[in-house]
């Protein structure tokens, strides 16, 4: 399976502990996203990187969250301090490289998400 | 701000009905609009996509128009089956150098036999 992966596909956790995901891209794909979605709701953009680096970042991305993506490949999502509005599917998403153009319409591939549920 | 409104679900068809999932967008500029599914169990996968107004998107029989006058881009299959039971989720892109792809709520669908 080539596609995007995520790891683990389901985390519980007690309100006020560390979490930390693992999203593994398509192995060509400079670009990485991450994304939360909420029962009822569409995935709600959190970040998005070009290689190693993080060129955007949401408003909902509190200072309890980080996001890293070392070298360029995997990435990883830290909350700190978990609470109970954290609860969500967190998404990874990647898509292709576009040559330095700026492309609206480039796909977007998603794994199947992490499940945080904070008790 | 940008936004993308969908109709809320879920949505029940008989096997070989006509569909349509109404959406509508709000928008600075030009986006580009998307129509995204979600499988049972599986990631969301793109569907079909329009870059600029008339486009029209196809793909596995079904077909969304990016209108610019009514900024809307109604999702659509003359014959439904019950493979195609999923969430269905719009969404836009801004065009420039912004990577932020927004989301409307989703639609569920349910074909059944």
């Known amino acids: 399976d080539t596609g995007v992966s995520q790891d683990p596909r389901h985390k519980i956790t007690k309100r006020g502990q560390n979490v930390t995901f693992r999203c593994d891209p398509i192995s060509e794909h400079n670009r990485l996203y991450w994304y939360r979605q909420t029962l009822g709701q569409g995935p709600e953009f959190l970040t998005y990187f070009q290689n190693e680096a993080q060129l955007e970042k949401s408003r909902l991305l509190s200072d309890r969250f980080s996001a890293e993506r070392p070298k360029g490949s995997f990435s990883t999502l830290e909350i700190q301090r978990t609470e109970q509005g954290d609860s969500a599917m967190y998404l990874c998403a990647s898509s292709e490289p576009t040559g330095g153009r700026l492309v609206a319409n480039e796909k977007l591939f998603f794994g199947s998400g992490t499940q945080l549920s904070v008790l | 701000g940008n936004s993308v409104t969908q109709m809320e679900g879920p949505v029940t068809l008989s096997e070989e009905a006509f569909l349509t999932i109404n959406c509508t967008y709000t928008a600075t500029g030009y986006p580009s609009l998307f129509w995204y599914v979600q499988y049972p169990g599986e990631g969301l996968q793109l569907l079909l996509k329009a870059t600029k107004a008339d486009d029209k998107g196809s793909n596995k029989g079904f077909e969304a128009t990016y209108r610019k006058e009514t900024t809307s881009f109604h999702l659509e299959k003359g014959s439904v089956q019950v493979s195609d039971s999923a969430v269905y989720f719009c969404?836009?892109?801004?065009?420039?150098?912004?990577?932020?792809?927004?989301f409307g709520i989703g639609t569920k669908l349910q074909v059944i036999p």
């Open positions: 969404a836009l892109k801004l065009p420039g150098g912004y990577q932020k792809v927004t």
